[in-house]
């Protein structure tokens, strides 16, 4: 196992930014959700995000996706700031994200459908889903309904249904959560892979420590919310492509995993300590 001299590769330094998040506040009503979120992200990067419970990596997936806006700062995704016209993201939810009434492959022409409006036919669509389908070796099951399918499969056709959308930008909510072990790293491996051969930037929300240093360029760890903010940015320094049982095995990752679960508690002892601040004060 390789541990990197550098903190960044040179691939990674000269890539271009591909999101800016500048001053970034949200809240709904009166209770202050995200604070002061500044983060850039460069092409191809991928970047997972932890924190605990409540620290808001779910609402800032919403706020990349344009589901919501901040109350105030910017999202600029290619340089442009993020408003409806710029449906290039793709994301995948631990709930699967598929129509439960329509086939793996049907659920893939749909999104093309969306994609190339008019501009292919029936059959071509159908060719095109068939061919991301094999790309996430689902191709012997693109007539299966969701309902008829493992959850690692329903995974494997919603992130092909992801990457028909054509983004190059990737976005998965805790995808892999509900899975077992062995379906778990046979997930992570293909989504490396659509990571460093489709040059996909991703952006990844887990609670597992050990996915995300196998997956992540660089791990964005949160505070306890609310209101959530960045505590630390935290380059993964062990060399990709990651060999999963070496590296698991090695000191430097036992190390490094201990600091991040160390940055992560630091946070919630400061949040609790804040809270009995309150409490004590309280009772004056
Ligand atoms: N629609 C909503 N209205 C009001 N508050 C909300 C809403 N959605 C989320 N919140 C609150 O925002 C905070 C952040 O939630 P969020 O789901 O983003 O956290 P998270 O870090 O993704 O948590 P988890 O790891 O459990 O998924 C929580 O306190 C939550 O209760």
Same mark, same amino acid.
Do not use: C, N
């Given at each position: 196992m390789q541990v990197l001299e !550098?903190? $960044? /590769?040179p691939d990674q330094i000269l890539a271009p930014i591909k999101i800016e998040v500048k001053n970034v506040n949200f809240g709904y009503g009166e209770t202050? &959700?995200? $604070?002061d979120i500044n983060l850039q992200v460069r092409e191809g990067e991928f970047i997972v995000l932890m924190g605990p *419970? @409540? *620290?808001?990596k779910s609402t800032f997936l919403r706020l990349l996706t344009n589901l919501e806006k901040p109350t105030s700062g910017e999202i600029l995704i290619d340089h442009l700031k993020l408003t /409806? !016209?710029?449906?290039?993201l793709a994301v995948v939810f631990q709930d699967y994200s598929?129509? %439960?009434?329509?086939t793996a492959e049907e659920n893939i022409v749909l999104a093309l459908k969306k994609k190339w409006k008019g501009k292919k036919s029936k059959k071509e669509l159908f060719e095109l889903a068939e061919q991301y389908l094999a790309l996430v070796q689902l191709g012997h099951a693109a007539k299966k309904y969701p309902g008829e399918m493992s959850g690692g499969m329903r995974q494997r056709a919603a992130i092909a249904r992801a990457l028909s959308m054509g983004a190059d930008l990737l976005v998965m909510d805790e %995808?892999? @959560?509900?899975?077992d072990p062995i379906t778990r790293i046979q997930l992570q491996e293909l989504v490396l892979q659509i990571n460093q051969t489709q040059k996909k930037t991703v952006i990844f929300v887990t609670h597992d420590a050990e996915e995300a240093i196998m997956l992540a360029d660089r791990i964005v760890m949160f505070s306890p919310g %609310? %209101?959530? /903010? &960045?505590l630390e940015c935290i380059d993964v320094p062990f060399e990709k492509p990651r060999k999963r049982d070496e590296l698991f095995e090695s000191t430097e990752f036992t190390e490094f995993r201990d600091y991040l679960l160390n940055v992560m508690n630091k946070g919630i002892f400061e949040k609790l300590s804040q809270s009995e601040v309150v409490k004590d004060g309280g009772g004056i």
């Open positions: !550098e903190t $960044k /590769k202050e &959700i995200l $604070k *419970s @409540g *620290s808001g /409806k !016209e710029i449906p290039d598929l129509f %439960p009434w329509l %995808p892999f @959560g509900a899975l %609310p %209101p959530g /903010k &960045i």
